[in-house]
């Protein structure tokens, strides 16, 4: 166990409104990712963070935001909610740069109506 | 060429088979290989590293053909607990993250 935790677990919301979705870890790993998925993509990288307040874009970057404030803690913002977001969305974290073992949080089933 | 590439299945096979699953990256700089396995509706989990001279795990074989940007994973003598989503995981560019595969399925019945 990691000690990943996502919040929500699940979340239905409407066009248009922001959302977040949060990311908590326990074991204070520096390395911590956000990745959604689709049926028939797989998972795609949305955004990455090394640290506090450093963070970058991944292959699918558009329309979210990231924010991380404290090492514990990784944010993902959709500001404006797009049906095409609908999605899992899972947050990992490595014990050591990217290539390295990824443990992930159970995951956020959101829906966008 | 899309960073990694499985057969996305299904398999559907007896309890007892042999089953073997490929998949191919692009990243030739690549350093870091994985199969992990998906249930469905859960989080992925690790199944196993892949080294470079190949590696076993009970009945879970993985190898690797750097030459070819090649990895498969065999099982052995499958169980119905095996019928799950296996994903092929390659190390990103410049180390940022891990690629997945799009997965595939094996159902595994009796």
């Known amino acids: 166990d990691a000690g990943i935790t996502q919040s929500p677990r699940h979340k239905v919301t409407e066009t248009g409104t922001p959302v977040t979705l949060r990311c908590h870890q326990t074991e204070n790993h520096r390395y911590m990712y956000w990745y959604r998925q689709d049926p028939g993509h797989g998972l795609r990288l949305i955004h990455y963070s090394y640290g506090v307040k450093d963070t970058d874009k991944g292959e699918v970057s558009d329309g979210y935001s990231v924010s991380r404030s404290k090492t514990e803690d990784f944010l993902l913002t959709l500001e404006s909610a797009t049906s095409s977001q609908t999605s899992v969305y899972f947050c990992?974290?490595?014990?050591?740069?990217?290539?390295?073992?990824?443990?992930f949080g159970q995951g956020t089933r959101l829906t966008v109506v | 060429r899309k960073e990694v590439e499985q057969d996305p299945g299904p398999f559907n096979v007896p309890e007892g088979a042999t089953v073997a699953f490929n998949c191919t990256y692009s990243n030739s700089a690549s350093q870091s290989f994985f199969w992990y396995r998906q249930d469905c509706r859960k989080e992925p989990k690790l199944l196993m590293s892949?080294?470079?001279s190949g590696n076993e795990d009970g009945r879970f074989t993985a190898q690797l053909n750097r030459a070819s940007q090649y990895i498969s994973l065999l099982i052995r003598d499958s169980k119905l607990s095996d019928s799950a989503t296996y994903l092929c995981?390659?190390?990103?560019?410049?180390?940022?993250?891990?690629?997945f595969g799009k997965g595939t399925t094996l159902s595994v019945s009796s």
């Open positions: 892949v080294y470079s």
């Open positions: 995981v390659v190390e990103g560019q410049a180390g940022t993250a891990l690629i």
């Open positions: 990992a974290i490595t014990t050591d740069r990217g290539g390295t073992e990824a443990f």
